[in-house]
């Protein structure tokens, strides 16, 4: 079973930029997918970005495109989300998620471990 646990967030200004990390650990010949979800307070959770197993495909929501940048180091088992420009909305608790199979998926239920999240917050 995957154990992820994210770290990185906190405060930046509107414009600023941010880089999280997720270490995860899995059992051995295990593929998994990876991707990013957030949840601003009073709203749902809502994906941001994913990545699949080998690396080679990404998925960004449309309010982050060209902005974030999902990555991964296998040698490492380490997820990555380079956070540019922020913006206040962008204001919220970030997971990372794993999912079996070569992915990716924007689709939260697919996801079968999640770590605790790291909350980022975007000043004016």
């Known amino acids: 079973q995957a154990q992820l646990e994210e770290s990185g967030g906190g405060l930046v200004q509107a414009g600023g930029s941010l880089n999280l990390t997720c270490a995860s650990s899995?059992?051995?010949?295990?593929?998994?997918?990876m991707g990013w979800f957030r949840q601003a307070p009073g709203k749902e959770r809502e994906f941001v970005a994913a990545?699949?197993?080998?690396?080679?495909?990404?998925e960004y929501a449309e309010s982050v495109k060209g902005r974030f940048i999902i990555s991964r180091d296998h040698a490492e088992n380490t997820l990555y989300l380079q956070m540019t420009n922020v913006k206040l909305e962008d204001t919220a608790l970030y997971y990372c998620?794993?999912?079996?199979?070569?992915?990716?998926?924007?689709?939260?239920?697919?996801?079968?471990?999640w770590g605790p999240g790291t909350l980022v917050t975007v000043s004016s």
């Open positions: 990545i699949s197993w080998l690396g080679d495909n990404t």
């Open positions: 899995r059992p051995a010949g295990v593929r998994y997918s």
């Open positions: 998620a794993a999912m079996y199979g070569l992915g990716p998926s924007m689709n939260a239920n697919d996801y079968a471990h």
